[in-house]
């Protein structure tokens, strides 16, 4: 049983982790300020506090989109010489995918039904 509460602990940790490293990117990714160079120093910085964490197969499928953005954000480590379009183009993909990585996170929350009264008929 302890080792089913260390797993779950460590599970936790590399979930929060992977988070804080988005969380952190998307928010300069959005800064009025942006500049490619500075992202990709950041994206390094982050990823050196993130490569602390022990990594664990995830199966759920918000962990999963967390973690394929995380890996593509971190391709973007490797790109050099590209043009200002180029950078725009790439920081709107960065962002779109973030979008979609937060409706992903948000799918799983409760919703209210606004007409629960209207949406049942059962034909009588």
Do not use: C, W
Not at 48 to 67: D, F
Not at 90 to 100: F, G, V
Not at 102 to 107: A, D, I, V, Y
Request: charged letters at 35%.
């Amino acid at each position: 049983m302890d080792n089913i509460i260390n797993e779950k602990d460590i599970r936790l940790k590399y979930v929060r982790g992977l988070e804080k490293f988005v969380r952190s990117n998307i928010s300069y990714l959005k800064d009025p300020t942006f500049e490619f160079d500075i992202f990709q120093k950041r994206v390094k910085k982050t990823f050196k506090i993130l490569k602390k964490i022990k990594s664990i197969r995830l199966n759920s499928t918000y962990p999963i989109a967390l973690e394929n953005y995380v890996n593509l954000v971190l391709s973007v480590l490797h790109v050099e010489d590209l043009k200002d379009e180029e950078k725009e183009i790439l920081q709107a993909k960065l962002l779109k995918e973030a979008n979609l990585l937060h409706k992903e996170k948000n799918k799983t929350q409760y919703k209210k039904d606004k007409h629960k009264k209207s949406s049942f008929n059962d034909g009588y």
